[in-house]
């Protein structure tokens, strides 16, 4: 069985998204860094659908980005509702362990 969230904290200290794994392991993503890897089709890149560059980044927008909620979707995945409005990445439980920033997954990763 692979690891599934046992908590989510949406708001951890310093902008994170913290979840506690079944095995122990305590993840804390960065909302920007999360948005930066948002699975859905759109933030993805598909290049052929992507609208032109915008002359204004959206990151100088009037507030940081951040999740206003987030919602288990069955029992494999997060549902995650940023305050721009954007909803619709869903995180599987799989993609987000492997996104897991912390030193010990990034050696693992490296060790691979
Ligand atoms: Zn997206
Ligand atoms: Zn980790």
């Known amino acids: 069985m692979p690891p599934v969230p046992t908590k989510i904290k949406l708001a951890g200290e310093n902008n994170t998204l913290t979840v506690t794994w079944s095995d122990g392991h305590v ?5 920007q860094y999360l ?6 089709a759109t933030c993805a ?3 052929s659908h992507a609208p032109a560059a915008p002359a204004v980044l959206p990151m100088f927008g009037s507030k940081p980005l ?3 909620r987030a919602e288990l979707v069955g029992r494999y995945a997060l549902q995650i509702f940023w305050n721009d409005g954007h909803s619709s990445g869903i995180y599987s439980f799989e993609y987000l362990r492997g996104l897991c920033p912390c030193a010990e997954c990034k050696s693992r990763e490296m060790a691979q």
Do not use: H, L, W
């Open 45 to 47: 890149g598909d290049e």
């Open 27 to 31: 993840s804390a993503f960065p909302y």
């Open 66 to 68: 951040k999740p206003d």
């Open 35 to 40: 948005r930066d890897r948002c699975p859905c």
